[in-house]
């Protein structure tokens, strides 16, 4: 399984609390373009029957988050906001091979179920560091799913490519990934 190199260290969690709505905001930015890239993949890898099912279920599956944590928001009397460039998306996007199809999505795979293990710690710290109730029911179920999400996309590289070489761009692209994160600001973002 992929395993992340670096730790969010603890004092995210708090940065992340300090500013609530603004985290809030950005988790909805991430879970809505999460949905769309999903729908992306299975439209231009339309040839491929495992990844189609799999990333219209995960597309579902992001966009209904999406409606949870706009509901969340509404609820505190905020708004969604604008969406802001996000350096760790880009940096991670700027990491993948794009010299041909196969290539590309390979690496794609391997980026997406990187996000997703990012999503899976950063959401259990927030789950930890909120009091017990809705909020924190809704961020411990968040991160199970992210773990899921996680998992699907390496096992689907790994039926589509050969395992030593589903491996290999792993070690590069989570080292990569942790150099990304590490240089980061912490703040209230869930990348």
């Not at 969010?8 to 373009?33: Q, Y």
Request: hydrophobic share 45%; net charge negative.
């Amino acid at each position: 399984m992929l395993q992340l190199l670096y730790d969010t260290p603890p004092e995210w969690a708090p940065a992340a609390l300090a500013d609530f709505d603004a985290f809030l905001r950005d988790h909805a930015a991430n879970e809505r373009k999460a949905s769309a890239a999903a729908m992306r993949l299975a439209v231009h890898h339309h040839d491929i029957p495992i990844l189609v099912d799999a990333m219209v279920e995960v597309a579902r599956e992001e966009l209904e988050h999406f409606e949870q944590v706009y509901e969340v928001i509404r609820e505190r009397g905020g708004s969604l906001g604008q969406d802001c460039p996000d350096p760790y998306m880009t940096e991670l996007y700027g990491a993948m091979r794009k010299e041909n199809k196969t290539t590309f999505l390979l690496d794609r795979l391997i980026v997406f179920s990187l996000i997703e293990a990012r999503g899976c710690e950063r959401f259990g710290l927030v789950a930890k560091a909120l009091e017990p109730g809705k909020l924190k029911d809704f961020y411990t179920e968040l991160t199970r799913v992210e773990a899921r999400h996680r998992a699907l996309f390496v096992r689907i590289a790994r039926q589509i490519y050969d395992v030593k070489e589903v491996d290999e761009r792993i070690k590069t692209l989570t080292k990569r990934e942790a150099e990304i994160v590490s240089a980061l600001p912490l703040g209230p973002c869930l990348h």
